[in-house]
């Protein structure tokens, strides 16, 4: 049973890291703005989020840093698709080949450096319950802080204001515009705050997650981040259920593993990037449900003096 109440706990603890990258891409996608960036976006804030650790020995300057690394990216994108309307999907995957390229380059002298050991968390006495404490309660705070925002992210966009005009604008910019709402402003915030998830979902990879710096270690967690805004068709209490099902799926060829059971490891390695193009095979059968829910203006420049 121990082993079952690990693997709960790594579920939660590889979900963490979709489940911010993907929240960060439905801000950006409810604003109509796709961004392909995600991979390149993470990797530059897992390096700056580790650089940072190493010569602070602080974790929150290394989310913080992982954050401004992925904001700045945010807001190069944002001016580069908003402003100077260069194509959403071409622009993003330029930002993603540049993250890998640049986190390769400045993180080569990290590559056998080591941060200070990471303090055991646990909610005192539910940490103790036989079982639960140890799948449920001794995770890194941000696991649980991840959870909240998701629940105020979804408080956000259906019973607020301000949420009401961000799906406005992805939706349709030109009556939003109409109404004197600053579109170009609205979307370029609503990427930066996506770039700051991403770079924090990246911060969290190379601090807690696995706490050193490799080339390439976000190894595809910021595309399986873009296929599950689609898979949760755009909700944030969908894209939570989601993060945490990949997450498990991740973990399960290690438990596997584990037990003994005779399976080839190339074959469970590819299991996560297997079960989502099979999800989204699945979900593309009925595109009238996607329509339903997918912001009528995603992926679609604004030009406000036309």
């Given at each position: 049973?121990?082993?079952?109440?690990?693997?709960?706990?790594?579920?939660?603890?590889?979900?963490?890291?979709?489940?911010?990258?993907?929240?960060?891409?439905?801000?950006?996608?409810?604003?109509?703005?796709?961004?392909?960036?995600?991979?390149?976006?993470?990797?530059?804030?897992?390096?700056?989020?580790?650089?940072?650790?190493?010569?602070?020995?602080?974790?929150?300057?290394?989310?913080a840093?992982?954050?401004?690394?992925?904001?700045?990216?945010?807001?190069?994108?944002?001016?580069?698709?908003?402003?100077?309307?260069?194509?959403?999907?071409?622009?993003?995957?330029?930002?993603?080949?540049?993250?890998?390229?640049?986190?390769?380059?400045?993180?080569?002298?990290?590559v056998?450096?080591?941060?200070?050991?990471r303090?055991?968390?646990?909610?005192?006495?539910?940490?103790?319950?036989?079982?639960?404490?140890?799948?449920?309660?001794r995770?890194?705070?941000?696991?649980?802080?991840?959870?909240?925002?998701?629940?105020?992210?979804?408080?956000?966009?259906?019973?607020?204001?301000?949420?009401?005009?961000?799906?406005?604008?992805?939706?349709?910019?030109?009556?939003?515009?109409?109404?004197?709402?600053?579109?170009?402003?609205?979307?370029?915030?609503?990427?930066?705050?996506?770039?700051?998830?991403?770079?924090?979902?990246?911060?969290?990879?190379?601090?807690?997650?696995?706490?050193?710096?490799?080339?390439?270690?976000?190894?595809?967690?910021?595309?399986?981040?873009?296929?599950?805004?689609?898979?949760?068709?755009?909700?944030?209490?969908?894209?939570?259920?989601?993060?945490?099902?990949?997450?498990?799926?991740?973990?399960?060829?290690?438990?596997?593993?584990?037990?003994?059971?005779?399976?080839?490891?190339?074959?469970l390695?590819?299991?996560?990037?297997?079960?989502?193009?099979?999800v989204?095979?699945?979900?593309?059968?009925?595109?009238?449900?996607?329509?339903?829910?997918?912001?009528?203006?995603?992926?679609?420049p604004?030009?406000?003096?036309?």
């Open positions: 049973m121990d082993a079952y109440a690990l693997l709960i706990a790594a579920t939660l603890n590889a979900g963490t890291v979709l489940a911010l990258a993907s929240l960060g891409m439905l801000i950006n996608e409810r604003a109509g703005i796709v961004n392909l960036g995600a991979e390149g976006m993470m990797l530059c804030a897992a390096i700056a989020g580790f650089a940072a650790v190493v010569h602070s020995g602080s974790d929150v300057l290394g989310f840093a992982g954050m401004g690394a992925g904001a700045l990216l945010g807001l190069v994108f944002g001016l580069l698709v908003i402003w100077l309307n260069t194509n959403q999907y071409a622009t993003g995957l330029a930002v993603s080949l540049f993250g890998a390229g640049f986190s390769a380059f400045a993180g080569i002298s990290y056998q450096e080591r941060i200070p050991s303090p055991s968390f646990a909610i005192p006495y539910l940490s103790d319950i036989p079982l639960v404490g140890a799948a449920l309660f995770h890194h705070p941000l696991v649980y802080l991840t959870v909240v925002f998701a629940c105020a992210l979804i408080w956000f966009l259906y019973r607020t204001r301000s949420g009401l005009v961000l799906r406005s604008v992805g939706e349709n910019p030109e009556s939003a515009h109409a109404l004197g709402y600053p579109v170009r402003r609205i979307r370029l915030l609503a990427v930066v705050v996506g770039g700051a998830l991403c770079g924090l979902a990246g911060a969290y990879v190379s601090i807690v997650y696995t706490p050193l710096w490799v080339e390439g270690m976000v190894a595809g967690k910021g595309w399986i981040a873009l296929a599950l805004t689609t898979f949760a068709t755009w909700r944030p209490g969908r894209v939570l259920l989601g993060a945490y099902l990949f997450g498990g799926v991740t973990m399960l060829q290690f438990h596997l593993q584990g037990i003994g059971v005779e399976v080839a490891s190339q074959f390695s590819m299991l996560p990037y297997l079960s989502t193009i099979v989204l095979a699945l979900i593309s059968r009925n595109p009238l449900w996607i329509r339903i829910n997918m912001p009528a203006s995603i992926g679609k604004f030009y406000p003096g036309a």
